[in-house]
């Protein structure tokens, strides 16, 4: 089994986070086969008995949670995208289910010294993961789609796969004609 996370989509505002999530979903799924991109595992609607969720500035478990969901694996991508309007518009709630990474692995926690206790990471090291973090973008680019949330958070490190992998693309953009020379 895969260990998840699931993203909802903020619904006291719907009409600035779902043309994000909209965004997110297809260009997860447009990178699903590019080594690094964190993992669409699939998407749906959520609707919940009791629509206060938790805040989000404060951990909190689902256990209580109870409710429905309309589940959209992988090949359906297309039929999410084209049902997210009228079913949040209905009171339901967009999820998207991604492969849930480790925060020990987040790249924040082995280069800021003030959390390695002052130690740098090794310079061979930081160029791997810089060049690869490069190959992620530049896929991305043949692609006609520009990462546009570049922070040290949004980067992890696993080390069972020797590899970064990049978390939260929603408000990556696309470009469907290809990039132009500004981009």
Known sequence: TVNTAI?????DRAEY????????????SLMRDVNG??????CGFLKLEDTDLPP?????????????????GLDS?????????????????????LEKIERGSNLLLKCD???TNGRFLPTLEGLIMAIQICEILEAAHQRGII???HKILH????????????IDWNIAKRYPQGLSDPE
């Open 147 to 149: 990462y546009r949330d």
């Open 7 to 11: 993203k909802l989509m903020r619904p």
């Open 77 to 97: 991508t297309h039929n999410f995208l084209s049902d997210l309007e009228k079913w949040s518009s209905d009171g339901w709630l967009p999820y998207l289910a």
């Open 113 to 115: 010294t003030g959390y």
């Open 155 to 166: 980067y992890y490190w696993l080390e069972d796969l020797n590899g970064i992998t990049m």
């Open 56 to 72: 989000e500035d404060q951990p909190a478990s689902a256990d209580q949670l109870m409710g429905e969901a309309r589940r959209y």
């Open 17 to 28: 986070a779902l043309p994000l999530f909209r965004e997110e979903a297809l260009v997860l």
């Open 37 to 42: 991109v964190v993992c669409l595992i699939e």
